[in-house]
């Protein structure tokens, strides 16, 4: 929390007194920074985790600027899945309560749509939808988008992921280029950034916690003896520590090879990245490990350029770099977005030389570690939380993430919180699923139809 009160803002007294009665009284962080911004009619991008208080922060922003008399769409806001975009409605409904007849209305798909062109032609202040589904009512020209003066893109990243980005341009288009833009998000992938230079104009930045510093990654180092040793202690850090990504860095192509070879012969679901794959291998290979499909990957440095990923639970060096430089670009990979990152390096009595410079460069001693104890040996390697499934049909056929999710999430689907990111290449598409949701997505694509046509679809296995 921070100390400044809602008080303190210039926001009108049917909204103070309802926060008190929600007992909102103090700010969380990320409304206190962004708060005076939004009402200043600012541009904002605001980074902070999940339960900073984002939705309330750009919430009280729009209700604030809202003229309920004029009942139109004034404010739009963009969310990843259903369930979130249900949730930012009920806290919008909340913070809005103090005031009389406002109007907000959910868009996404898995509902049906005459339902919800019966309720656009009745009217309403905001809008709160799933990008797909709105540009279909776009399409349709059942929503219009002329008075939005403000517009929100809530949980960017996840859109992103999901594979929305065509679909948010494309509605942004179509909205005035006079409107306020608001852009909340977790994390702050390049992308963003790349988005957000053509969407937002002059926008303030704002970032609750910081990203990366060197107290936010644990470094372990272990001297290994022989090369049977060094495979062990990865066996047991990773059985010990069970991390949900982690990259393991060799050195070269042949150690990728044989350590992801010698890791899925142990039970473990490990992938290999290296120059040597052809494109669809190399590709497939990074579309699983970046929506969770798969826990562990074993690349070359430059393999791993490609690698869009921003948050590594574990950065394994199965042998230090040639250089320091290369070393913190590895490990800097973990620990980003306030979670804690841990790297393990590998070293062995000829690296001697490299240990002193990475203690020059830390400024710090490196002592060697105490590898855990060989009863973890006896735990089973966790199952990856994903599943990839891979349907014959892309951008070619016109497939876009909203046919996806839809098809999904219909009657007896899943839910959109299980589905993961979404890639859609020329003559493919891929999803990730909730591992445990695997067979009723299966069974939802293979049956349904995309795009008024049946394609084959197959789950992606190592
Ligand atoms: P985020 O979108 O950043 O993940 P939410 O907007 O969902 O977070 O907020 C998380 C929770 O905190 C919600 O239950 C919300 O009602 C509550 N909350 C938000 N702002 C405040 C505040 N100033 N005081 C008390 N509770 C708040
Ligand atoms: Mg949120």
């Known amino acids: 929390m921070s100390q400044l009160s809602f008080d303190q803002l210039a926001l009108n007294s049917a909204l103070l007194h309802n926060l008190k009665s929600l007992e909102y009284t103090q700010m969380t962080e990320i409304q206190a920074q962004s708060l005076p911004h939004i009402l200043a ?39 990843p899945t259903r369930e979130l975009a249900d949730q930012v409605s009920s806290e919008i409904r909340r913070l809005a309560r103090g005031i009389h007849n406002i109007k907000v209305l959910t868009l996404c798909g898995g509902a049906p749509f005459g339902p919800q062109i019966g309720s656009l032609e009745h009217g ?46 494309d509605i942004i288009e179509q909205a005035p280029k006079s409107r306020q833009t608001l852009l909340f998000s977790a994390t702050f992938p390049d992308q963003i950034q790349q988005i957000s230079r053509n969407i937002l104009r002059d926008p303030v930045s704002i970032k609750v916690e910081a990203m990366h510093d060197d107290n936010t990654i644990s470094q372990y180092f272990y001297l290994v003896r022989s090369a049977e040793e060094r495979m062990l202690a990865l066996r047991l850090l990773i059985l010990q520590y069970q991390p949900t990504s982690a990259v393991v860095f060799c050195n070269t192509k042949r150690e990728v090879q044989e350590v992801a070879e010698e890791l899925n012969n142990r039970g473990f679901s490990a ?26 990957l074993v690349a070359t440095d430059v393999a ?14 199965y042998n230090l770099a040639h250089d320091q430089e290369i070393h913190v ?29 990475l203690e020059d460069l830390l400024d710090r001693n490196i002592q060697a570690q105490e ?18 499934l891979r349907i014959e049909g892309g951008k070619k056929q016109k497939i876009r993430p909203g046919d996806i999710v839809g098809a999904l999430t219909g009657d007896d689907g899943i839910s959109g919180d299980d589905i993961g990111k979404i890639q859609i290449s020329p003559n493919w598409a891929y999803v990730a699923v909730q591992r445990q949701c695997i067979k009723t997505a299966f069974k939802k694509l293979s049956t349904g139809k995309l795009k008024g046509r049946k394609y084959r679809v197959m789950v992606v296995r190592g």
């Open 329 to 357: 670009h590895r490990i800097g990979r973990t620990g980003r977005a306030g979670s804690k990152g841990m790297a393990f390096s590998f070293y062995s009595a000829k690296d001697e030389h490299r240990i002193h410079l």
């Open 271 to 296: 992938l290999a990245l290296h120059g040597d794959l052809d494109q669809k291998d190399r590709d497939q290979a990074l579309i699983r490990f970046s929506n969770r499909s798969c826990s562990i």
């Open 371 to 388: 590898l855990p104890e060989a009863s973890v040996l006896e735990l089973q390697p966790q199952p990856s939380a994903m599943i990839t």
């Open 124 to 169: 309403a202040h905001i809008i709160v939808g799933t990008p797909g589904r709105i540009q279909d009512h776009l399409r349709k020209q059942t929503l219009c988008l002329d008075e939005v003066s403000m517009l929100v893109l809530d949980e960017a990243d996840r859109m992103l992921d999901m594979g929305f980005v065509d679909a948010i341009e």
């Open 304 to 317: 791993a350029r490609g690698l869009d990923i921003e948050n590594l639970s574990a950065v394994f060096n």
């Open 41 to 79: 009619g600012k541009d904002v991008i605001a980074q902070g985790k999940t339960g900073s208080g984002k939705t309330a922060a750009f919430a009280l922003g729009l209700l604030q600027k809202l003229n309920v008399k004029r009942f139109r769409i004034q404010s739009l806001i963009l969310c």
